[in-house]
T-cell receptor, first 114, second 111 residues
Framework: DVKVTQSSRYLVKRTGEKVFLECVQDMDHENMFWYRQDPGLGLRLIYF???????EKGDIPEGYSVSREKKERFSLILESASTNQTSMYLC?????????????FGQGTRLTVV | DAKTTQPTSMDCAEGRAANLPCNHSTISGNEYVYWYRQIHSQGPQYIIH???NNETNEMASLIITEDRKSSTLILPHATLRDTAVYYC????????????FGTGTRLTVIP
């Protein structure tokens, strides 16, 4: 059974903290994605990566960075957390060379910044 | 990637077919239509995708009009567990790898 695993379901962090959200996939997928989801706004792409050490900005990269040191792991970093980064964060992965196949999502991390 | 338009919400009686429409009038010839759903507090789950022909799998059927400007996802016998937000996505197999989800249709299956 394929799996995308996010390290935490719920996180509470203080304003100004550096926050790491971890995502691991076991499907040997090249593409990995980080989204945030807010009520009424759907899923918005923050960053994606199509290979180790490669990254591309999505629609809302400001305030975030990412790291892809290994193929199976894609980390989202909030350098200095702010209250407007309180959200549900979703990681996904997808095979690169089979563009007609689907993306697989993790269960999400609900981050609250206080 | 082509923009999609979906109704904000729909209701369906349990056991009946749920038909969820999606308009994608600017779709290009090489763009696929994907459907995902998101049950409350979970990550989105892939349902089905297609290019031109109608498709069916164990979860649903996808009907794409001949001009490909719209499609319908059909859940043949809706259950309470099908209550979710359903997203229609259109994208090309090449180019940007991101998936634009929009706000989807909230389907409520009523007992």
């Amino acid at each position: 059974d394929v799996k995308v695993t996010q390290s935490s379901r719920y996180l509470v962090k203080r304003t100004g903290e550096k926050v790491f959200l971890e995502c691991v996939q076991d499907m040997d997928h090249e593409n990995m994605f980080w989204y945030r989801q807010d009520p009424g706004l759907g899923l918005r792409l923050i960053y994606f990566s199509y290979d180790v050490k490669m990254k591309e900005k999505g629609d809302i990269p400001e305030g975030y960075s990412v790291s892809r040191e290994k193929k199976e792991r894609f980390s989202l970093i909030l350098e200095s957390a702010s209250t407007n980064q309180t959200s549900m964060y979703l990681c996904a992965s997808r095979r690169l060379l089979r563009p007609d196949t689907e993306a697989f999502f993790g269960q999400g991390t609900r981050l609250t910044v206080v | 990637d082509a923009k999609t338009t979906q109704p904000t919400s729909m209701d369906c009686a349990e056991g009946r077919a749920a038909n969820l429409p999606c308009n994608h009038s600017t779709i290009s010839g090489n763009e696929y239509v994907y459907w995902y759903r998101q049950i409350h507090s979970q990550g989105p789950q892939y349902i089905i995708h297609g290019l031109k022909n109608n498709e069916t799998n164990e979860m649903a059927s996808l009907i794409i009009t001949e001009d490909r400007k719209s499609s319908t996802l059909i859940l043949p016998h809706a259950t309470l567990r099908d209550t979710a937000v359903y997203y229609c996505i259109v994208r090309a197999p090449t180019g940007a790898n991101n998936l634009f989800f929009g706000t989807g249709t909230r389907l409520t299956v009523i007992p």
